[in-house]
């Protein structure tokens, strides 16, 4: 299914992400050199701890005493003007890409350039996780009328989908092996203090979640289906009200 290039595109943020298990030894090691390599593209580099807490009781009388240990995981690099956001991280790699999104011809050639630089570095054992995340926003939405601008309610249109989850936040399978899934999570913000106005925010994460061995075609393919899946979501949860806002 082809994407509708809207006017008044409602994409805020286009995430694309590889999750992985490496093969590579010294893996921060192999980052860090990559920021240093991207640094004209991506000046302002932040690093990524993961903290881990533990509770360690000596006896039944006295308080626990408490440990906490840090981690460095990876490293997020941002361009000059922050639209766009490497995640160079040990257990895989993405790509932000924040509004103004240029469209899909643009920015998936651009994340597998930076993608073969981080293979360049980083081996994969195995693949985990394909992912492509979209944040929709519908603009000034009366709380009284959001069903006139949603049908997430509805199943029918999503073929052999399956409804796991819940009314903001629902999963979902998008084939018959359940390789492809879609999350979709609906939040609102208030508006200028208005407390009938919001905007919707509608996150819709697709992904494939079955592990294999890394290949390069497969995973465009898989990437291929992903785009097709994400737009099938989107225009099956989204009414002619809301389309007439993006054109």
Known sequence: MNHK??????????????????????????????????????????????????????????????????????????????????????????????????????????????????????????????????????????SRDIQAYLSIGETDNLTGSRLLGFFDKRIFSLDNEAQFQAVITKTSNERNGDEDLSDIILDIDVSNIVQREYDSASIKSIFAS??????QVFESIITDKSRSLFN
């Not at 906490?68 to 997020?76: A, H, I």
């Open 5 to 142: 290039n809207y006017k008044n595109s409602p994409l805020n943020e286009v995430v694309f992400e590889i999750k992985l298990e490496t093969a590579s030894s010294d893996v921060i090691e192999s980052l860090s050199e990559i920021c240093k390599s991207l640094e004209t593209d991506y000046p302002i580099c932040k690093k990524k701890y993961l903290s881990e807490f533990s509770l360690n009781f000596e006896n039944e009388i006295s308080l626990p005493s408490t440990e906490t240990k840090q981690s460095l995981e990876g490293f997020f690099l941002s361009s000059e003007d922050e639209k766009s956001v490497l995640h160079l991280m040990r257990d895989g790699f993405a790509v932000s890409v924040l509004k103004p999104y240029t469209g899909w011809d643009h920015a998936f050639p651009s994340f597998l350039k930076y993608w073969n630089i981080y293979l360049n570095k980083v081996t994969p054992r195995y693949i985990n996780r394909i992912a492509v995340r979209s944040i929709n926003v519908i603009p000034n939405v009366s």
């Open 226 to 231: 992903i785009r097709s899946h994400k737009n």
